[in-house]
C-alpha cells in the first residue's frame, strides 16, 4: 500500500456543528465593556451593528450550535478541507517529526474566512439586512466577504487597508467579480478616514483605521450591519469547524498531535483548529503543546499588554479586554497584511493568560524562507500569514532532528498566496526588511488606551 499524502473526508462527514470552548474553560474572558459606562454590553448595544443570531452566539454558554442547512450547502462547494501529511518537506529537513497541515486555501477566497464569512452573511440576509461593511488587510476577508454576500444576495462595501489596496490589486478585483464595492482605506468616503488622511495624507493605513471606517458606514444606515473577519467570539466559533475535521482527519491517520502551531493575527484561524483539540486536551483524551505565532512587526501576544482597549483606532468599538499593542498602533508594512492588527481575540488572549496556550514571535525574512522551503517540498505556496506557522513548524521539526524525537506536529495552512506573489517576489529579489520594533515604539501608543478599573 502506498502512504497516505492527504486525509479526506466525505461531505457526509462533514461536522454539523461549530463547538464554543468558553464553557470548558476554568474561567471565562472577561467581557466587553460599553465606554460610557464601563458595564458589560449587552445584545442592544451590539444590535445596531450585528444580528440577533450573531450576537446570542456572541455570549453563549452552549458548548455546540448547529450549522444551518443553508450555511453546510455553501461549505460543500469546498469543505471538508484536506488534511496533508507532509511528507516531501519531512524529507527535505531530514526531521524524524511526523508533519501534519490542514489546508483552507481550497475555498473560493483562498483561506479559511469563507468559514465565518458564509454564516455571517446567511444570518444578516435572514434578518433582513441588505448590506454589510467591513475592512481587510491581506485582501483575503473582503473577498472572502464579497463571496459569501454573493450567495445570498446581500451587498458588500470593503475598506482594504492602504498597504494591501496598492500591493494587491487582483484581491481588490475579486472582490469586485463577487459585486463588492471596494476603497482603499483610509478614504475620503467617511469623516474618520478624511481626518486621518488630513492628519497624515502618506498613511499606509491599518486594520484598526479600516474597521473605523466600515462601522461609521454601518452604524449611520439602518439597513447596514457590520462584519468582521476575527477577534469576536461568533468568529472563532465559526471557524472550528476546521478543527473538527482536523480531529476525525486525524482518527484516519492513527496518530494525535504533539504540538499545533498557528499564525495569529485577530485569532479566528488559529482558534478554529485548535479549540477542538483543546477540549480533547482538557478531557485529558490527548496533551498537544498550542502555540501561536505572530509577527516580530505586531507582537501582540508577546510584547503587547493585556488590558482593556478599542478595536479600532477610532475607539468606536467597545472595549475589549485583550492582548494589545494599543489602539494607535501603526504597524510597519509587512506583507502578511492579515497580521497587522493592533490586538488580539478576547478569547484567545484569555487562554493565553490562563497558561491554556504559548506564543512566539517570528521576523518576516524567516518566515518567507519557510514558505519558500515549504513551496519547493509540498508544491503549495503558503500565504505570507501562514509562513509563520510554517517557520515554526520547521523550526520544531529541525529541534526533532537535533533530539531524535518523533513528533507530530500539525500546522494550521490557512491560505495560498496566489494573490501576494508580489511579497515573494521582495523576498526572492532580497528586498524583505525585518525592521527592529523598539520599546518605546510600543509604549507610546500604550499610553493612549483608556483607563478602566474594573
Ligand atoms: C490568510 C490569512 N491568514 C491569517 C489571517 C489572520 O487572521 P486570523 O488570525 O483571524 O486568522 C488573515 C487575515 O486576514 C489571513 O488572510
Given at each position: 500500500m502506498p502512504e497516505t499524502t492527504k486525509y479526506v473526508l466525505d461531505e457526509s462527514e462533514m461536522p454539523t456543528r461549530w463547538y464554543n470552548v468558553i464553557p470548558d474553560l476554568p474561567s471565562p474572558p472577561p467581557p466587553p465593556l460599553h465606554p460610557a459606562t464601563m458595564q458589560p454590553v449587552g445584545p442592544d448595544d451590539l444590535a445596531p451593528l450585528f444580528p440577533m443570531d450573531l450576537i446570542l452566539q456572541e455570549v453563549s454558554t452552549d458548548s455546540y450550535v448547529d450549522i444551518p442547512e443553508e450555511v453546510l450547502e455553501v461549505y460543500r462547494l469546498w469543505r471538508p478541507s484536506p488534511l496533508h501529511r507532509a511528507r516531501r518537506l519531512e524529507k527535505a529537513l531530514g526531521t524524524p517529526a511526523r508533519i501534519y497541515y490542514k489546508y483552507e486555501g481550497v475555498s473560493p477566497a483562498g483561506s479559511h474566512k469563507p468559514n465565518t464569512a458564509v454564516p455571517q452573511a446567511y444570518y444578516n440576509a435572514k434578518?433582513?439586512?441588505?448590506?454589510?461593511?467591513?475592512?481587510?488587510?491581506?485582501?483575503?476577508?473582503?473577498?472572502?466577504?464579497?463571496f459569501a454576500c454573493g450567495q445570498y444576495g446581500l451587498e458588500c462595501e470593503v475598506w482594504q487597508v492602504r498597504a494591501s489596496y496598492d500591493q494587491k490589486p487582483y484581491r481588490r478585483l475579486m472582490m469586485e467579480t463577487w459585486g463588492a464595492t471596494v476603497h482603499p482605506s483610509p478614504s475620503e468616503v467617511t469623516e474618520y478616514g478624511r481626518k486621518v488622511l488630513a492628519d497624515d495624507p502618506d498613511t499606509t493605513g491599518s486594520l484598526g483605521i479600516a474597521i473605523s471606517e466600515a462601522v461609521e458606514v454601518a452604524a449611520g444606515d439602518p439597513a447596514t450591519h457590520y462584519s468582521l473577519g476575527s477577534v469576536l467570539n461568533h468568529v472563532l466559533l465559526h471557524q472550528t469547524v476546521i478543527g473538527e475535521e482536523a480531529l476525525l482527519q486525524f482518527a484516519k491517520a492513527g496518530d494525535t498531535p504533539d504540538l499545533i502551531v498557528g499564525c495569529t493575527g485577530g485569532g479566528s484561524n488559529f482558534a478554529g483548529l485548535t479549540?477542538?483539540?483543546?477540549?480533547?486536551?482538557?478531557?485529558?483524551?490527548?496533551?498537544?503543546?498550542?502555540?501561536?505565532?505572530?509577527?516580530?512587526?505586531?507582537?501582540?501576544?508577546?510584547?503587547?499588554?493585556?488590558?482593556?482597549?478599542?478595536?479600532?483606532?477610532?475607539?468606536?468599538?467597545?472595549?475589549?479586554?485583550?492582548?494589545?499593542?494599543?489602539?494607535?498602533?501603526v504597524p510597519d508594512p509587512i506583507h502578511a497584511g492579515g497580521l497587522r492588527y493592533h490586538g488580539m481575540s478576547p478569547l484567545i488572549s484569555h487562554l493565553y493568560e490562563t497558561g491554556l496556550m504559548e506564543a512566539v514571535a517570528k521576523p518576516q525574512s524567516e518566515c518567507f524562507a519557510a514558505g519558500v522551503q515549504f513551496a519547493r517540498a509540498e508544491g503549495i505556496i503558503p500565504a505570507p500569514e501562514p509562513t509563520h506557522a510554517v517557520a515554526a513548524c520547521i523550526e520544531e521539526a529541525l529541534r526533532c532532528k537535533e533530539t531524535g524525537e518523533e513528533k507530530a506536529i500539525l500546522t494550521?495552512?490557512?491560505?495560498?498566496?496566489?494573490?501576494?506573489?508580489?511579497?515573494?517576489?521582495?523576498?526572492?529579489?532580497?528586498?524583505?526588511?525585518?525592521?527592529?520594533?523598539?520599546?518605546?515604539?510600543?509604549?507610546?501608543?500604550?499610553?493612549?488606551?483608556?483607563?478602566?478599573?474594573v
Open positions: 434578518s433582513g439586512i441588505r448590506k454589510l461593511t467591513t475592512e481587510t488587510g491581506a485582501g483575503q476577508w473582503g473577498s472572502a466577504l464579497a479549540f477542538p483539540f483543546l477540549r480533547e486536551k482538557l478531557a485529558g483524551r490527548m496533551a498537544p503543546t498550542i502555540r501561536a505565532v505572530e509577527p516580530a512587526a505586531c507582537p501582540s501576544l508577546t510584547r503587547g499588554q493585556y488590558r482593556y482597549d478599542f478595536g479600532d483606532t477610532a475607539g468606536m468599538t467597545p472595549l475589549l479586554k485583550m492582548h494589545t499593542l494599543g489602539h494607535d498602533f494550521a495552512l490557512c491560505g495560498h498566496a496566489h494573490f501576494d506573489l508580489g511579497a515573494y517576489e521582495s523576498y526572492l529579489a532580497g528586498r524583505i526588511e525585518d525592521l527592529e520594533l523598539d520599546d518605546e515604539r510600543i509604549a507610546s501608543a500604550l499610553t493612549a488606551l483608556p483607563d478602566v478599573t
